[in-house]
């Protein structure tokens, strides 16, 4: 660990005053305007070491033995009071430690377009086989009258006077250490080094233009609420004939109201008689992949749930479907007529139930054991 202490030749003792005293004894003799451009890494260990024990909560994290620099990859700590800081509160400037226009150049008026976001609903049948989408969003498009340029047709832009072209102007400035050069954006050209003096009026200057688009997006099966589907170089055209930036197309479901779905499965309900799940039958079941047969076996209690395999929702990338899972309502009677009755209590005599006694199941068995097993994930 660097011994910043030794670096600021101070004790490890030494008080607030005394190492910000050093810290502008050394940074003045090392500055690279005073000292010469072979001075700028020992002046930059000089500002790291001020960094850190000029913070009192750095110090602190330093005299523990954790060097705050190292474990936050050198940038400012909580305080916000970093590396760079100490360069724009003692020296000014905008174009990094040492300022000057050669390090920064003219600012360029080509950017690139910003991302654009609109939302789509899908059902839960499109959600589940994938669907083609017509989705209407207002974009920027390059100016078709200057071609992105930002100036009127036959004119071009002109080198700033002001700057001659450098986009940045450079002055002395006196500070505690003595006279140092900075620089700042030049104001006659915003930075950009030249003058448009007669923009193109179909854009105003910006060199695009909107317009509402039609785009046709494929939507995947195995989408949800919250997916995004990107599309590259579909969004905003960039000012000054710059790129244009991405589309993000972000799905809605609807909610089925018969069908639910848990990630990629589907869950439904069927209602069973009471005499088909105790005699046991067959029956057909409405799905996405048209009607499917169930076997609701003879004895069947409320709750089981009946698989079918590869009827869920279709899974990204992966080309597989999820499954459906059929879970078995049984019906009991509640209107007998008085024949039915007398059916009902003749049953219940051959099988001795005429006064049945509540009976408690085993741990691991009934019909809440069976609807947790049904919702457990797979």
Known sequence: MKDYYATLGVSRDASEAEIKKAYRKLAR?????????????HFKNVAAAYEVLGNADKRAQYDRGVDPRSASGGQSG????????????????????????QQRGPASRTQRGGDTLVQTTVTLEEAVFGVTREVQVDLADRCETCQGSCCAPGTSPE???????????QRTARS????????????????????????CADCSGQGRTHSRHTISVDIPAGVETGTRIRLPNRGDAGTGGGSKGDLYIEIREKQHPTFERRGDDLHCT?????????????MGVDTFDGEQQIDVRPGTHAGSTVRLRGLGVGRLQRGSRGDLFVHL??????????????????????????????????????VFSRLRDAFKPR
């Open 176 to 199: 505690l250490l003595g006279p140092v050069m900075t620089t700042s954006p030049c104001p006659g050209c915003g930075g950009y080094g030249t003058i448009i003096r007669q923009p």
């Open 29 to 41: 003799e090392h500055h690279p305007d005073v000292a010469g451009p072979d001075a700028g890494d």
């Open 270 to 282: 069927v209602e069973v008689p009471m005499t088909a799940a105790a005699l046991g039958a067959t």
């Open 159 to 169: 080198t700033c006077r002001q700057c001659n072209g450098a986009g940045m102007i």
């Open 329 to 366: 309502d049984i019906q009991t009677p509640e209107d007998l007529d008085d024949e039915q009755r007398d059916l009902m209590r003749r049953l219940a005599e051959l099988r001795g139930e005429e006064m049945p006694e509540a009976t408690l199941a085993p741990i691991g068995g009934g």
């Open 78 to 101: 909580p305080q916000g009071y970093g590396f760079e800081d100490i360069f724009e509160q003692f020296f000014g400037g905008s174009g990094g430690p040492f300022g000057g226009a």
